[in-house]
């Protein structure tokens, strides 16, 4: 996670750019969406109905970057663990000759930081909703394209004078997507990006910078097994904008991480569970406000693990056999 938070070691010397207890947006992970969560998911849409689907995630991490700290040797401990129940709706409408779907998901977080931060909020984060999601068919290829727009509603936990005292965000984020997706026999070879816009928090005027997603998968289905590498990427594109509350200071202003791994997934026929597992082999920050002359950034490294449960609960009732229709 990208943590914008003032160190402890550092409140002293930086006194001049920040007031008591107003550290630089403390406790904002820096990105809304866990990057690797949506791997797996292609371009295509299901039949006509009403999806459910349950999703975990536990990640074990470390502080890494010139500003994290090191307490006796051992940098700082980053733990979350999160739960998410949504809906998909695949209505079988179509829009520009594209299926249309919509989706909404809430998640429920966990998370903590060990020395010398030592903290570990807990609550609902914001309401995810998709309101248009568009998937086209590139006529008998077997690639499909999907774009759409969701959000994060500011509708999660918070406190404190910035309100990031806990894992809700009291701002706005949008969040355009495009995918593309090769599927034929039983290859699923998409790649998935999108982009977070944050607007300014209402509480201090800071506005975070934009952060980029990209998600790949590579999974081969084989009767009812699915198995292959998964990789995803997940950057700052632009600046911080500061503000008076916190004295123009930036902490992280550019974070770049890079992770892959590989996942499993089984089709139980009325549901089909997908578990996966990712190490970030590459992560780096910068671009903070100087303190007595080093730079505070920090970005977090580590290893996820994610599971996702997806079934159908309702679909179109299937037409009357001609036989059964009584005609007068």
């Not at 207890?21 to 797996?40: D, I, T, W």
């Not at 570990?120 to 068919?137: C, M, Q, V």
């Not at 303190?291 to 179109?316: C, H, N, Q, T």
Request: aromatic letters at 12%; proline letters at 7%.
């Amino acid at each position: 996670m990208k943590l914008k938070l003032l160190l402890i070691g550092t409140v002293a010397s930086c006194a001049q750019l920040s007031r008591p207890a107003q550290s630089f947006e403390f406790g904002y992970a820096g990105y809304a969406q866990k990057p690797g969560l949506v791997v797996g998911n292609a371009a295509s849409n299901p039949p006509p109905g009403l999806y459910a689907f349950d999703q975990v995630f536990t990640y074990q991490a470390k502080l890494v970057g010139p500003g994290a700290p090191i307490i006796d040797g051992n940098p700082t401990t980053v733990h979350a663990a999160a739960a998410t129940a949504g809906l998909f709706w695949v209505p079988g409408w179509t829009i520009l000759g594209a299926s249309y779907d919509a989706v909404i998901a809430q998640p429920w977080l966990m998370a903590d930081l060990g020395d010398p931060i030592n903290i570990n909020p807990a609550g609902l984060h914001n309401t995810f909703i998709a309101p248009i999601e568009l998937s086209w068919k590139l006529g008998e290829s077997g690639f499909y394209a999907r774009a759409g727009l969701g959000l994060y509603a500011p509708t999660g936990t918070t406190s404190g004078a910035n309100g990031l005292g806990s894992v809700g965000a009291p701002w706005w984020i949008f969040q355009p997507n495009v995918q593309l997706s090769y599927l034929k026999d039983g290859w699923n070879l998409t790649i998935n990006v999108f982009d977070e816009i944050n607007t300014r928090n209402p509480l201090t005027g800071y506005i975070s910078g934009d952060i980029l997603h990209a998600e790949f998968t590579a999974t081969k289905t084989m009767g009812k097994w699915t198995v292959g590498p998964v990789a995803y990427y997940v950057g700052q594109v632009t600046s911080d904008k500061s503000s008076s509350f916190y004295h123009g200071a930036i902490n992280t202003n550019r974070f770049n991480v890079w992770a892959a791994g590989a996942l499993v997934g089984y089709d139980f026929g009325p549901a089909t569970l997908n578990v996966w597992a990712m190490s970030e082999i590459s992560a780096s920050a910068s671009g903070g406000t100087p303190i007595a002359g080093f730079d505070p950034a920090s970005i977090s490294k580590g290893i996820s693990v994610f599971a996702s449960l997806s079934y159908r609960l309702w679909s179109p009732d299937a037409p009357i056999a001609p036989s059964l229709v009584r005609h007068k």
